[in-house]
């Protein structure tokens, strides 16, 4: 969100606070200090509010029954999941951590890495043996420096072969060493004698502190005597926003009339990330709507009642007063997967109603709702936290509308050229002949050679895990956001 929600959110928080049960911070025990903090601020937050009978203004009718209401609950963990709506289904995605200086560092883009992404796949004909394949290799990683490649296969962890039952106990160690695989289908198309062998060679990987830049790889590709730029996009990551501007100059600078936008494997990000690169593809729609909000009916309420424009994200030129470099396109290619979540949707739903967006790939993961990081303070922000501890929470707030109103997406953004990934063939990323790019570039070229190409991945070769779902601080979502709730001068998605 901008800046000037600021005044509006301090009358919005002064109103809505009226409405809730009575401050009672000099009422709770100690132990139920943090149990207090996750209560009230799930109370005044919280997007599926009214779904949540617990969180009812009116639920507790003294402050003893509300202390022991919070007695009950023994960690903030607990009491944080009881307040959860349809947890399976509807928030997948909010959480709470006991570190927020780990979870800041998590969205400034700095982790703990060693570098590899993979995927786990049941091997064929079993229904416990797992093996992995390598999605991605981040540039600098100790998995780069140590040789491993897109497409590399392993099927044990420090010589113990990988399970349904201990793939994360194994997996989620600071240390550990990966056995070569190799997928062998006996020469025929018959799956029923296929099987994985593990190899004798291994490499150890050691998660060490890593800053990723999302912008994985751009290339300006000439095809057919023009040029067609290429981005490989892995997080809305605002602090690379800069740089992600420099590469639209040189997608400007050499005249590029076709943007391929690689999304696959990005979880999300920042809002105001999305809303800037989606201005660096038109430029055209300056000042247009993007986005609109719908928060929890109090906050909805107050929005509305004080300045209905704060609810509304807008196209925008500048990047705090840098001008953009925009290719005002009317046409865009997006490769997007079932990792592609959050912000990489939020970019295919909004500028839908704008421009042709061409989805190739897969279903998206089905995220259309923003969350922000509340910290124990009196206003919830970073300024002020309690010093006790160090937690803090992440829930849902709001979700997001396109222009046309477009939302709740539970099943993915359908793509309109269905393929999926060959994880037995991959390709190299950013070549003419990867599977992905090969068909973007097919429909750009208009061979009509699109409907021809075919992956190589079987029926049998069944998806358990990413490595996405070993990040601490979601399972299988991440969200980057950092917002400072004295000044409400950005909300991010994801």
């Not at 470099?325 to 079932?338: D, G, Q």
């Amino acid at each position: 969100m901008k800046i000037s929600k600021a005044l509006i959110f301090l009358i919005s928080l002064s109103f809505l606070t009226t409405s809730c049960f009575e401050d009672n911070d000099d009422n709770v025990t100690t132990k139920n200090e943090i149990n207090d903090f996750v209560w009230k601020g799930m109370n005044l937050f919280y997007l599926y509010k009214e779904n949540v009978p617990n969180l009812a203004n009116d639920r507790f009718s003294s402050n003893d029954q509300y202390a022991n209401y919070l007695n009950d609950y023994s960690t903030p963990e607990d009491l944080f999941e009881s307040l959860i709506f349809q947890r399976q289904t509807v928030d997948k995605y909010s959480w709470i951590v006991d570190d927020y200086i780990a979870l800041e560092q998590y969205f400034s883009g700095i982790s703990t890495s060693n570098g590899m992404e993979f995927q786990l796949f049941l091997q064929p004909n079993s229904t416990s043996q797992i093996f992995g394949i390598v999605r991605l290799v981040l540039p600098n990683s100790d998995a780069e420096n140590k040789g491993v490649k897109r497409g590399d296969m392993f099927s044990t962890i420090n010589g113990t072969a990988l399970t349904t039952s201990n793939y994360n106990s194994l997996l989620s160690a600071d240390s550990y060493a990966i056995n070569n695989a190799t997928y062998n289908d006996n020469g025929t198309t018959d799956t029923s004698d296929d099987f994985v062998v593990s190899g004798t060679s291994s490499i150890t990987l050691n998660k060490l502190e890593y800053s990723e830049n999302p912008i994985y790889k751009t290339e300006i590709l000439n095809v057919a005597g023009k040029n067609i730029g290429y981005l490989m996009y892995n997080g809305f990551t605002a602090n690379y926003d800069s740089q992600l501007n420099d590469v639209f100059a040189d997608f400007k600078a050499n005249n590029v009339q076709d943007l391929i936008l690689d999304l696959r494997y990005n979880p999300g990000g920042s809002v105001n990330s999305a809303i800037l690169l989606s201005s660096m593809v038109t430029g055209q729609f300056n000042g247009d709507v993007f986005s609109t909000e719908q928060w929890n009916s109090e906050f909805q309420a107050a929005f509305e009642n004080e300045n209905p424009e704060l609810l509304i994200n807008r196209f925008t030129n500048n990047d705090d007063g840098t001008a953009l470099n925009s290719l005002n396109l009317s046409k865009v290619y997006v490769l997007a997967t079932a990792s592609s979540a959050s912000a990489s949707e939020l970019v295919i739903n909004s500028l839908d109603p704008y421009i042709n967006v061409v989805h190739i790939g897969d279903y998206t993961e089905g995220k259309y709702q923003a969350s922000t990081t509340l910290y124990d303070s009196d206003n919830y922000g970073r300024d002020g936290a309690n010093p006790n501890h160090t937690y803090a929470m992440q829930p849902l707030i709001f979700k997001s509308l396109n222009k046309v109103g477009n939302t709740d997406y539970f099943n993915g953004l359908k793509p309109d050229i269905e393929l999926k990934e060959s994880y037995l063939n991959l390709g190299v990323l950013g070549d003419v002949n990867e599977t992905l790019l090969a068909a973007a570039l097919a429909d750009i070229e208009n061979t009509g050679k699109t409907a021809s190409i075919k992956t190589k991945t079987s029926p049998y070769l069944n998806l358990i895990k990413d490595s996405n779902s070993f990040i601490p601080f979601n399972d299988d979502m991440h969200i980057d956001k950092k917002l400072p709730h004295d000044i409400i001068n950005k909300i991010n998605f994801n």
